[in-house]
């Protein structure tokens, strides 16, 4: 826990008192499936609620100071047994923001990258498409963001992780009439394993990317990136494209394909995956969702369609999935969830207040 940013928040709320606003997320999540570990229940239910507090305060010449701090509690069943809890701050950070400039001190979310599920550029977050509450994972940062101009931004930042070390690395965006561009480089001297979207690297490493988006007729991405340390080349490659078809309210259909190539010492290894989505509105209030997802070299499939009913502040969501069951994958350890595993059925409630 980042005690001294937390002291800085408690501060400015007694300051800024007056701009104070409090909001939050409630879901509560039943599943079953098909493929059940030993000594489990078929029936998995999950229940967690996300508490938020916000203030600001305005500045003369459109400047701002703002804050924001949630606490993340959830517990996971089995049947009536405790699978899992968790009970940590999801979000602690303060900013300062003006027409040219903002810099974020915290626990935030950093994001970016134009792929929506193969992303080669998920190097600090965890978002998945697959989630109806669309969260993610945060980290301890100072971000700093410049707009010298609408068409350019500068980013930078440093990271503290688990260990208290600090990596760093900067981003260049560019939108001009030929489409979106970035320039990412991040720097990590930390020795522990890294999860740097569908890979793992251990050890000091550097990461360079470039990626584009282009919206047109139809809409186009890629995202190209290169982790690289004293032992470790790892190579990927995400491209993408998606198109409304002109059929009943729009159907908006996707394809994105991944290729890695991971090279560690003399030993080479490859991987490759496509991804398709479609989202169809039924109305204002429906809407309906398909994912597929493929190994290539595996030869899984992953399917997901969900149907979901969103009012003014709850949601309904239900999940049908389709994919491998643990005995198709080779003999390594597997969660004991549910989730992922064989075919299950879903229900979650989210309530946003």
């Known amino acids: ?12 709320t007694t300051s800024f008192g007056q701009s104070l606003s409090t909001n939050g997320q409630l879901w509560t999540n039943v599943l079953t499936s098909n493929d059940v570990p030993n000594g489990q229940s078929y029936i998995e239910s999950t229940m967690g609620y996300i508490p938020t507090l916000s203030l600001f305060k305005e500045l003369p010449d459109n400047q701002l100071v703002d804050m924001e701090w949630a ?38 979310k950093i994001v970016f990258g134009p792929s929506y599920v193969l992303r080669s550029l998920s190097w600090f977050d965890t978002i998945d498409l697959r989630d109806p509450t669309g969260q993610t994972d945060g980290v301890e940062a100072f971000r700093l963001r410049w707009f010298p101009s609408n068409s350019l931004s500068l980013w930078s930042w440093a990271i503290n992780n688990d260990q208290d070390t600090l990596s760093y690395g900067s981003r260049v965006e560019l939108s001009n009439a030929a489409g979106e561009w970035g320039l990412t480089y991040h720097q990590d001297p930390s020795k522990s394993l890294q999860q740097i979207s569908q890979m ?17 007729f139809i809409g186009f991405w890629n995202e190209s ?23 009943a309210n729009g159907i908006l259909v996707m394809a994105e394909y991944m290729s890695i190539s991971n090279k560690f010492d003399s030993d080479e290894s490859s991987q490759s ?74 229900f979650m409630f989210i309530y946003n207040h």
């Not at 809890?85 to 915290?106: D, I, M, P, T």
């Not at 993408?240 to 059929?247: E, F, Q």
């Not at 009012?311 to 999935?321: A, E, K, Q």
Request: aromatic residues 12%; without cysteine; charged residues 15%.
């Open 1 to 12: 826990m980042n005690f001294p940013i937390l002291r800085l928040i408690v501060l400015l």
């Open 71 to 108: 606490y993340r509690l959830d517990r996971t069943y089995s049947g009536d047994s405790l699978l899992h809890y968790n009970e940590s701050h999801h979000r602690y950070w303060v900013r300062y923001s003006s027409e040219k400039l903002e810099a974020r001190l915290g626990l935030q």
């Open 225 to 247: 990136a290169l982790i690289s340390s004293d032992r470790a080349k790892i190579i990927m490659s995400t491209v993408g494209a998606d198109y409304t078809l002109p059929i």
């Open 273 to 346: 995956y496509t991804a398709l989505m479609a989202t169809m509105p039924l109305g204002i209030i429906n809407q309906l969702m398909l994912i597929s997802h493929f190994d290539m070299e595996e030869n899984h499939s992953y399917n997901y369609i969900r149907w979901n009913s969103t009012y003014d502040h709850y949601s309904l969501n239900f999940i049908l999935s389709i994919s491998p069951k643990r005995a198709e994958y080779l003999p390594i350890i597997m969660p004991n969830t549910l989730a992922g595993f064989g075919t299950g059925f879903q």
């Open 200 to 216: 793992g690297i251990s050890g000091s490493h550097s990461r360079l990317a470039i990626d584009y988006r282009y919206d047109g």
